[in-house]
């Protein structure tokens, strides 16, 4: 994205935001709440349109939302059968494989209403991930994670890295920092390298 700026009314959250995320790169995003990061994501992925400035995206795109994507109805398997036809796969199989890596292949036939918080973000993640995109747009994707799940995440992140998908992770946690290959600061509605120290 290039000169990117988004405002609300009279409010400019984004100001003229350039950014590259390289593919096999692991992005991290930080700012206080408020500053507008999940906006940025938002403008990344195609949910909102600039109002001034260019994006840019080549592939296909995962976008894992703060909020749950999840019908309570549903039961997880119904879940990846139908984003399964939504993405055009031939089978759940990686899908069910995230779900494993994540810690939970014993979900499948509950409905997601029943889930506890962790795991219907793990399930919201699965949902963002199992087309293979080559971005993944993620914010604060680990909520209500505990911390061997908050690793295995981790694990996860730094093998799409490795396998050269570009990743793009919203963070508000320090210890993660040193997860990312390169970090920004959004501040003030400017994305800046680095953290500014206070």
């Keep these: 994205m290039a000169g990117v700026w988004k405002s609300y009314g009279a409010r400019s959250v984004l ?3 350039d950014v590259t995320v390289e593919p096999g790169s692991l992005l991290g995003v930080t700012g206080e709440n408020g500053t507008g990061k999940t906006t940025l994501l938002r403008t990344m992925v195609g949910e ?18 703060q ?20 993405y055009g796969l031939p089978d759940t199989g990686h899908a069910r494989e995230l779900l494993e890596v994540l810690g939970c292949p014993d979900a499948m036939r509950q409905r997601a209403g029943t889930l506890s918080g962790g795991t219907r973000q793990k399930l919201n993640l699965v949902l963002a991930l199992m087309h293979r995109p080559t971005l993944l747009v993620l ?10 799940t908050h690793r295995r995440f981790w694990r996860l992140a730094r093998k ?4 050269g998908q570009a990743v793009v992770v919203v963070s508000h946690l320090l210890d ?15 994305l800046r390298k680095g953290i500014r120290h206070r």
């Design 67 to 86: 909020e749950t994507v999840v019908n309570h109805l549903l039961t997880v398997s119904q879940h990846l059968e139908l984003f399964r036809v939504a």
């Design 160 to 163: 799409f890295r490795d396998e």
């Design 139 to 148: 914010d604060e994707p680990y909520q209500g994670f505990d911390w061997d």
């Design 176 to 190: 993660d920092l040193q997860h990312f290959d390169t970090v920004y600061e959004l501040r003030d509605g400017v």
């Design 48 to 65: 909102l349109l600039p109002d001034q400035g260019v994006v840019h995206r080549d592939g296909e795109i995962g976008y894992c939302p």
């Design 15 to 17: 100001r003229g935001v």
